[in-house]
Every structure is written in structure tokens, then in C-alpha cells.
């Protein structure tokens, strides 16, 4: 059983989908895979689904403790 259908285009998304998934900063990245420019690094640096969804949530929890209070209250005199 071989690896028929696997090229090196796949291996370096794999790759670079990886330490973006561990949290390795797109430059390290970059320079992982020999990038001149960072945008090709941006095309290769896919971020789970569950990643983006933590980092949403942080942004929730953040703003659920930092929130005024709605409606206006008088001050008390």
C-alpha cells in the first residue's frame, strides 16, 4: 500500500497547519519552510477549528466580566 496521491505541496501544508496548531508564530513558520514572503506562509498556516473557537471564547469570557451594566440608573441623592 503506497502513498500514491501525496505530494510535497501536502507535507508543507501539513507541516505549517501543525506548528500553527501549537501556536508557532508565522515566522517561525516562515522560516521552517523557507518563505521569502509572509503571505505564502498565510496560505499554509490553517488554524483548527477548535483553535479559532478557544480564541472566540476568550474574547466572550473577557467581555462577559468586563461588560457595564446595562440599563440607566439613577444616582441616589
Known amino acids: 500500500m503506497g502513498m500514491e496521491d501525496v505530494h510535497l505541496h501536502d507535507l508543507r ?26 503571505k505564502s506562509t498565510q496560505r499554509y498556516a ?5 483553535r479559532l473557537a478557544a480564541a472566540v471564547g476568550k474574547i466572550g469570557q473577557k467581555s462577559s466580566t468586563t461588560a457595564p451594566e446595562s440599563g440607566n440608573k439613577k444616582a441616589a441623592s
Open 13 to 38: 501544508h501539513s507541516t505549517a497547519s501543525a506548528m500553527t496548531n501549537e501556536e508557532v508564530n508565522l515566522y517561525t513558520v516562515g522560516a521552517v519552510l523557507g518563505h521569502k514572503d509572509p
Open 46 to 50: 490553517n488554524l483548527a477549528l477548535n
